[in-house]
């Protein structure tokens, strides 16, 4: 089993960054597909970014590509979602999550493990 911990989510203005960090417990974190996702007041949890095991590959939503960079550090059991020029619309709590499947994957159902969520709120 891996335990996530998420952190960095915070208040910030329109056009601001944030840079989230999801800390993982075990020895195993790099066996790990690790994704993001968001959930807004209302709405369903959305796909964010994913990046593979060695983190050779990512995979970003529409909604932020060109915007967000999902990265990793396998020795420090981390990975982390640079939020750059944020809009209100990105206000959501934020989830990591690892998947024990092979290959990048958007669908939450294919994520075993959840972090308990960080809230990030942007200011109009």
């Known amino acids: 089993q891996v335990q996530l911990v998420e952190s960095g989510g915070g208040l910030v203005q329109a056009g601001g960054s944030l840079r989230l960090s999801c800390a993982a417990s075990?020895?195993?974190?790099?066996?790990?597909?690790m994704g993001w996702f968001r959930q807004a007041p209302g709405k369903e949890r959305r796909f964010v970014a994913a990046?593979?095991?060695?983190?050779?590959?990512?995979e970003a939503a529409d909604s932020v590509k060109g915007r967000f960079t999902i990265t990793r550090d396998n020795a420090k059991n981390t990975v982390y979602l640079q939020m750059n020029s944020l809009k209100p619309e990105d206000t959501a709590v934020y989830y990591c999550?690892?998947?024990?499947?092979?290959?990048?994957?958007?669908?939450?159902?294919?994520?075993?493990?959840w972090g308990q969520g960080t809230q990030v709120t942007v200011s109009s």
């Open positions: 999550a690892a998947s024990t499947r092979f290959g990048l994957t958007r669908y939450a159902d294919n994520y075993d493990y």
């Open positions: 075990g020895r195993t974190f790099s066996r790990y597909t």
């Open positions: 990046i593979t095991s060695s983190g050779t590959y990512t």
